[in-house]
């Protein structure tokens, strides 16, 4: 059983940044890929950005590729988002989930745990 908390979410203008976290409870956080996924009002929940257990592989949405940057501490159960040169279309709430299978996923259905979700607001 995995539980994740995610945090750092809040508002911010156009051009600015934030970093989001997900703390995680569990050895199995560990073990697998996680990733970030987000969800603006009326829309599908859509991938942002992902890392393998080790951290050594990232893969990005081609939205957010080079102003995003998603990163691991394997050693703190934490996973984070960096998010910089936020765009209004960013706006969305931010989901962190740890997938089921050993490689990189995309589809939201390959990921087992989810946390609550932590908003993001960007104004222009």
């Known amino acids: 059983q995995v539980q994740l908390v995610e945090s750092g979410g809040g508002l911010v203008q156009a051009g600015g940044s934030l970093r989001l976290s997900c703390a995680a409870s569990?050895?199995?956080?560990?073990?697998?890929?996680t990733g970030w996924f987000r969800q603006a009002p009326g829309k599908e929940r859509e991938f942002v950005a992902a890392v393998t257990w080790s951290g050594g592989t990232t893969s990005y949405a081609d939205s957010v590729k080079g102003r995003f940057t998603i990163s691991r501490d394997n050693a703190k159960d934490t996973m984070y988002l960096q998010m910089n040169s936020l765009k209004p279309e960013d706006t969305a709430v931010y989901y962190c989930?740890?997938?089921?299978?050993?490689?990189?996923?995309?589809?939201?259905?390959?990921?087992?745990?989810w946390g609550q979700g932590t908003q993001v607001t960007v104004s222009s």
């Open positions: 569990g050895r199995t956080f560990r073990r697998y890929p």
């Open positions: 989930a740890v997938s089921q299978f050993s490689s990189v996923r995309y589809n939201p259905s390959d990921y087992y745990y």
